[in-house]
């Protein structure tokens, strides 16, 4: 690697040497904060590299760092549909926001470590179309909900409530 490759190529070479995925650089990623990185740029581009089921370290390691976010009090698709302010209707978004509501609350329930980004209007022919990227990082003990362009963090913590509705709610 040149000292002139991207952030992008130093973060993915720290993740992927010889082409096995190691754990995560926690002191890379603060170093990375420290001088000035934003929080939400580093995790949307960790986010294209790491794998969406990531180490649970990995998943703990970017949600403590992460700033201090607005707590929720329940997982319903109501609450998780107020974190989503702009959903795009066409063809370029993730998948229609009644899937992409579930979707979270299933991830959710489940409880598998992952980060996940959903995005509303990802046009590859047209880079200065507006997108509105969302990044889920769900661990065992907490859930990190990103909303990249607003600057937005949401956390629920587990304890908060002892047993998630293990239905997944309709719309």
Request: charged share 25%.
């Amino acid at each position: 690697m040149k000292l002139s490759n991207s952030l992008a190529d130093l973060l993915s070479a720290s993740l992927y040497r010889e082409a096995t995925y190691h754990t995560l650089d926690r002191d890379l990623i603060k170093m990375l904060l420290r001088h000035g990185c934003s929080y939400y740029d580093v995790v949307a581009l960790l986010s294209t590299i790491m794998p969406e089921n990531s180490p649970e370290e990995d998943i703990e390691t970017l949600q403590s760092l992460a700033p201090a976010g607005s707590p929720l009090q329940k997982l319903n698709p109501m609450s998780i549909r107020a974190m989503i302010p702009r959903w795009t209707g066409t063809k370029y978004h993730t998948a229609p926001i009644a899937n992409v509501v579930k979707d979270i609350q299933m991830k959710c329930i489940a409880r598998i470590p992952c980060i996940f980004t959903y995005h509303s209007n990802l046009n590859p022919r047209n880079k200065k179309s507006i997108d509105d990227p969302y990044v889920l990082l769900v661990s065992d003990k907490k859930i990190v909900f990103l909303d990249i362009n607003r600057r937005r963090v949401y956390t629920y913590a587990y304890e908060m409530e002892e047993h998630l509705n293990d239905e997944v709610s309709d719309m």
